[in-house]
């Protein structure tokens, strides 16, 4: 039925976007608390006003899933289709007869999670409104930015030298295996080898796994990180491989080992002394510097590459 309504709403939209202009007095407004601690449940009303009539809407809470989880919903008007769902954080209604887009529409509740990273967020609605009668639809979004969030966790501190800033490096945080946080080196200038240093934020207590990603280069894992109400600063641990996190690189097919197939794919007629433009082997250029050539084929081929594969160690 949604995906229906989202057709009709397209179709409708496009035949009418001429007259969009003439709908601009509605407003959508949200009323929310002014602070959440964490783990609080909270329930904030969405309403419109302006007097546009309207038939149909597709309504959809905005909010940051780093902060909140949706965990309910509630239509406060007569509808005929109320297929509210939290899965998927949406849902459209349909009235008996055109109304007038006044009041509080519907209500939806979230529950700030257990550990957060910031300090600020916001939470807002999104509304697509139709009034077949007079083929105008409406198109409305609405943010309030002013819910203060107590953040809490810890932070985890490290640092980690590579090849080449222009590619990111993703840190991952994972618990039962699965990933818990992420934070990202983010691509900058530059060629050769960088030190780098993260921060990852409203960790909870609990013992991680942190792994180390990043493209041309072998996963780096430190298993078994222990974290309870202080930060970790890795960069302070008495192991130099955890205190200095070292990338090895030369892995150009991405199979996770460092061996004679990656330099087979380097020395490739069709990558070998192209320039960066000139092949999709883009993981072939090792140092970063935009070319395939003898650098890259010497990095690969050092006795700290080759031959290694994905490090994991014991914090
Ligand atoms: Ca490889
Ligand atoms: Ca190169």
């Not at 229906?4 to 397209?10: E, G, K, W």
């Not at 780093?66 to 309910?72: I, M």
């Not at 409104?129 to 609405?142: G, M, N, P, Q, R």
């Not at 130099?240 to 090895?248: K, M, N, Q």
Request: aromatic share 8%; proline share 2%.
């Amino acid at each position: 039925m949604k995906k229906l309504f989202v057709l009709i709403m397209t179709v409708v939209s496009i035949a009418c976007l001429a007259l969009q202009a003439a709908a601009a007095d509605s407003v959508v407004y949200v009323t929310t608390p002014d602070t959440v601690l964490p783990g609080e449940e909270f329930t904030f009303m969405v309403n419109i006003d302006g007097g546009v009539s309207y038939l149909a809407a597709y309504v959809r809470p905005t909010f940051d899933e780093d902060v909140f989880t949706l965990v309910g919903g509630e239509w406060l008007i007569d509808s005929k289709i109320s297929d509210f769902d939290t899965t998927l954080g949406d849902g459209v209604f349909l009235l008996d007869e055109a109304a007038a887009a006044n009041g509080a529409v519907c209500t939806f509740t979230l529950r700030a999670n257990e550990y957060i990273a910031v300090s600020k967020t916001t939470v807002g609605c999104e509304f697509i409104i139709s009034d077949c009668a007079d083929k105008l639809v409406e198109f409305i979004s609405y943010d309030r930015d002013n819910i203060d969030v107590e953040s809490n966790g810890v932070s985890v501190f490290g640092s980690v030298t590579s090849y080449n800033p222009q590619n990111e490096v993703e840190i991952e945080l994972l618990k039962d295996g699965n990933v818990a946080y992420t934070a990202t080196i983010f691509a900058s200038d530059g060629t050769g080898i960088v030190t780098q240093e993260f921060k990852i934020s409203g960790v909870a207590p609990g013992t991680y796994d942190l792994v180390v990603k990043k493209n041309g280069h072998l996963n780096f894992t430190i298993t078994g990180i222990n974290i309870d109400d202080e930060n970790v600063d890795l960069k302070n641990n008495d192991n130099v491989e955890i205190a200095e996190i070292t990338l090895i690189l030369g892995d150009v097919n991405g199979d996770g080992c460092i061996d004679l197939k990656d330099v087979v794919e380097l020395t490739s007629s069709l990558v070998y002394g192209k320039i960066f433009e000139e092949t999709d082997k883009k993981s072939a250029d090792i140092n970063g510097d935009r070319c395939f050539d003898l650098k890259d084929l010497i990095i690969i081929t050092s006795h700290k590459n080759y031959g290694k594969s994905a490090k994991v160690i014991a914090y």
